[in-house]
C-alpha cells in the first residue's frame, strides 16, 4: 500500500479521534467553561501524559519503528523461518518486558508522592488546588501506564501496515470521557465531575489498549514473554535516548507553557487549551498523519541495500511531495482560522460557561498558534526523514533549541511586553489577554525549529527540487478564497455555507492554478458509477 493511502486511512482515522477530542472539549466548556477547576483537570491529564509523549508514541515509534523495520527487510530475505527465528519479535517482546519495569518504578513514585509532581509542574497554583490535583493524580497515573503499553502497540501495528487500528484506538478513550460528562455533567458539582472524569481516564485507557492487544499480540507470538532477548535491543536503548530527550524538551515546552499559564489569570490555562484542540486537529491530521505513514517506508528505503547516494535521493523527493501535499491543506486552514475562526468557536465552545469574551481569546489565541502551523507540520515530517537515518541526536539538539527559544519569548511576552500592551490592571480584562503570549512564543520558535532541522537535512541529503512557485500558487489561492468568504459573509450569516464557499473557493483557484490532489474527473467517474 503506497505511503499517500496509508497517509489518508491515517489522517481519517486522527480526523474521527480528534472530532472525539473535539465534542469532549465541548463538553468540557459547556459544564466546567474556563474555571479553576477546569484548569486543575487539564493540569492533572497533562502531567501523565507528559510521561505519555515521553515514553509512548512518538518516542516508540521514532525509536523502535527503524530498528523493527531493518529486521523485517532482512529477515524477508532469508527462507524457511520458523516462527521463533525471527528476531523482530524478539525485539518487541524483549522491548516490551524493559517498558513494564520501567513503568512500574514511574508509576510507584507518582502514586506514592504526587504533590512533589504538582509542586513542580504547577507551582502557580492555590494551596486547595494543588490538593484536589494531586487526588486526581493517583486516580489518572495507572492510565498513563496503560496508554505507553498502547503507543507500543501502536509501533508493531504501524510496522505491519494496520494503521486504521492503531488510530482509530483512541476514539475508546474518548468515548469513556464522552459519556461521563453526557452521563454526569450538570448532575453533579463541579468537583465531582472531574473525578468521575479522572476514572474515565482510567477506563478510557483500559479500552485504547484492549482494542489494539489482540492483533498486537498475534503479531509478536508472546511464547516466552518472560525470557525473550534480542541482541537488537541494545540499538533501541541507543536510539531511544537521544528520542527520549527530543520528544522531553518538547513535552518540557509543553508544561512550561502550563506553568507559565499558571501564573496568570484564572483560566488560562483552559484557554490555551481549547485553542490548542482546534490547533491540534489540522496539525494531527496533516501533519502527525503524513510523518506517521512515512517513517516505516522511510525506515525500509534507509534500510534496503541501495548505496547511500540513491537512499538519500530517493527520502528527499519523499520529502518534497509530502511538503506539497502538506502546505496543500494547511495553508488554507490558517486562512480558514484568521476569517472564520471566532464564528466557529462560537458555535463549538458557546454555553452559559462559555461566553463572547472566551470565544475572542481563544480565536486570539488560536492565531497565534496558527503562526507555527506549516512549520510544525514539516519538522514533523524532516524529523521522520532523520530518525530514519539514525540522526537521532540531530533532532534532539534541535529540538533543545526550539524548547528554550519558546520559554526565552513566552516569559518577555507574559511578563515584559504583553502588560504594557494590555491594561493589566483589569484582570478579567488585560491579565486573560496575556495567555497569547505563550501561543506567539510557540509559532516563532515552531519556525526557528523547522528553519534548522531543512538545512540540516539539505546538508546531509543533497539539494532538494524548489516548489518556491506552488506555495506562492496555493498562498494566492488562499488569499482568493479569504476574500470571497468574507464577502459572503457580509450578505449571508450562515457559517455552513460560508465555509462552503471557502472550501469550493480554494479547491476551484488551486485546481486552476494546477493542483490535482482532488481528481474532479475521476471523482466524477466514481459518483456515475
Known amino acids: 500500500m503506497s505511503g499517500k493511502i496509508n497517509s489518508y486511512i491515517i489522517g481519517i482515522c486522527i480526523i474521527l479521534s480528534r472530532l472525539a477530542g473535539l465534542l469532549r472539549e465541548i463538553l468540557l466548556a459547556r459544564y466546567l467553561g474556563a474555571s479553576g477547576l477546569a484548569d486543575i483537570f487539564r493540569a492533572a491529564i497533562r502531567i501523565p501524559n507528559f510521561l505519555q509523549n515521553l515514553l509512548g508514541e ?10 523493527y523495520q531493518k529486521l523485517r527487510v532482512e529477515q524477508s530475505e532469508q527462507e524457511n523461518l520458523s516462527d521463533n527465528s525471527h528476531e523482530e519479535k524478539k525485539l518487541a517482546l524483549h522491548t516490551l518486558r524493559l517498558l513494564l519495569y520501567l513503568l512500574t518504578f514511574i508509576l510507584c513514585i507518582g502514586m506514592t508522592f504526587p504533590e512533589y509532581f504538582v509542586s513542580i509542574l504547577a507551582p502557580g497554583f492555590p494551596e486547595d488546588n494543588k490538593q484536589t490535583l494531586a487526588e486526581l493524580l493517583q486516580i489518572i497515573f495507572p492510565g498513563t501506564a496503560l496508554l505507553v503499553i498502547s503507543a507500543w502497540c501502536l509501533s508493531i501495528l504501524n510496522s505491519h501496515s494496520y494503521f486504521a487500528l492503531s488510530y482509530s484506538a483512541p476514539l475508546a478513550w474518548n468515548f469513556m470521557l464522552i459519556s461521563c460528562l453526557v452521563y454526569f455533567g450538570g448532575k453533579v458539582s463541579d468537583l465531582s465531575l472531574v473525578k468521575y472524569l479522572s476514572y474515565a481516564f482510567l477506563l478510557g485507557s483500559s479500552a485504547q489498549l484492549l482494542v489494539q492487544l489482540p492483533k498486537t499480540l498475534s503479531l509478536t507470538s508472546i ?5 525473550t532477548t534480542s541482541t537488537s535491543t541494545s540499538e533501541v536503548l541507543k536510539n531511544i535516548v537521544p528520542v527520549i530527550f527530543s520528544r522531553g524538551v518538547v513535552q518540557v515546552s509543553a508544561y512550561l507553557d502550563t506553568i ?15 485553542a490548542q484542540a482546534l490547533f491540534l486537529l489540522p496539525f494531527s491530521v496533516f501533519g502527525m498523519s503524513i510523518a506517521a505513514a512515512e517513517l516505516p517506508s522511510m525506515s525500509s528505503i534507509s534500510a534496503s541495500s541501495n548505496n547511500a547516494i ?17 502546505l496543500f491543506f494547511v495553508i488554507p486552514t490558517i486562512f480558514a482560522f484568521i476569517i472564520l475562526g471566532q464564528e466557529v468557536i462560537w458555535l463549538v465552545f458557546s454555553s452559559k460557561q462559555f461566553k463572547h469574551e472566551e470565544t475572542q481569546l481563544v480565536w486570539l489565541t488560536l492565531i ?5 502551523l506549516i512549520p510544525s507540520c514539516l519538522s514533523r515530517l524532516y524529523s521522520s526523514a532523520l530518525y530514519s537515518l539514525q540522526y537521532h541526536k540531530l533532532v534532539t539538539k534541535i529540538s533543545v533549541i526550539r524548547v528554550v527559544s519558546s520559554l526565552i519569548l513566552s516569559l518577555f511576552f507574559c511578563f515584559h511586553l504583553f502588560p504594557i500592551l494590555f491594561d493589566t490592571e483589569q484582570e478579567l480584562i488585560g491579565q486573560r489577554y496575556l495567555v497569547l503570549g505563550i501561543a506567539l512564543a510557540s509559532g516563532i520558535s515552531s519556525w526557528i525549529e523547522f528553519t534548522i532541522i531543512k538545512f540540516s537535512s539539505h546538508s546531509r541529503m543533497g539539494e532538494f527540487p524548489s516548489y518556491f512557485s506552488k506555495i506562492i500558487r496555493l498562498i494566492l489561492s488562499g488569499v482568493i478564497a479569504s476574500v470571497l468568504c468574507f464577502l459572503s459573509k457580509q450578505l449571508i450569516s450562515n457559517i455552513v455555507i ?24 475521476k471523482f466524477k467517474k466514481r459518483f456515475k458509477a
Open 223 to 227: 511464547k516466552n514473554f518472560l525470557t
Open 368 to 372: 497565534m498558534l496558527s503562526i507555527g
Open 58 to 67: 512518538g518516542v516508540l515509534s521514532a525509536a523502535f519503528i527503524p530498528s
Open 260 to 274: 507559565i499559564a499558571s501564573f496568570l489569570a484564572v483560566g488560562s490555562l483552559s484557554i490555551l487549551s481549547y
Open 498 to 521: 460560508n465555509c462552503l464557499i471557502f472550501s469550493l473557493s480554494y479547491l476551484g483557484v488551486t485546481y486552476w492554478f494546477g493542483f490535482r490532489e482532488f481528481n474532479f474527473k
Open 310 to 326: 540513491d537512499r538519500k535521493n530517493t527520502l528527499a523527493l519523499k520529502i518534497v511531495a509530502n511538503t506539497e501535499r502538506i
